[in-house]
């Protein structure tokens, strides 16, 4: 576990803060592919609080909008755009082989 101070704190990206951030910025082909990717300093303000649990009850259809989403211009529709990537990325490593077990 970390320690407090940087769990809590330092590491955490508080509401309503702005923190220090490394980006990692990938760019993803309609098929899940990888076509390029670039890493560099940021910072970065948090603008919702939100719960990994209630974002993806809402994104699978389980769940309301969490009150966080609704009261942010465009980010409903950026964590759709997330989620659509993530799947296509999931898909093609499937296709690739990955996450495969062998007996």
């Known amino acids: 576990m970390l320690p407090e101070k940087l769990s809590t704190d330092l ?3 508080n ?3 702005e923190r ?3 980006v990692v910025e990938i760019v993803i082909a309609h098929d899940g592919s990888l076509q390029g990717a670039d890493v560099y300093r940021a910072l970065v303000y948090n603008h ?3 719960a990994y649990n209630g ?3 809402w994104l699978e259809g389980k769940g309301p909008i969490p009150a966080g989403v609704s009261g942010v211009d465009g980010l409903a529709e950026n ?3 997330q989620d659509r990537v993530a799947q296509k990325m999931k898909s093609f490593r499937h296709e690739q082989g990955a996450l495969t077990s062998k007996r």
């Open 11 to 13: 590491t955490s990206l």
């Open 15 to 17: 509401y309503a803060s």
């Open 20 to 22: 220090p951030a490394i």
């Open 48 to 50: 919702a609080k939100l």
């Open 55 to 57: 974002v993806a009850d």
């Open 79 to 81: 964590l759709r755009l």
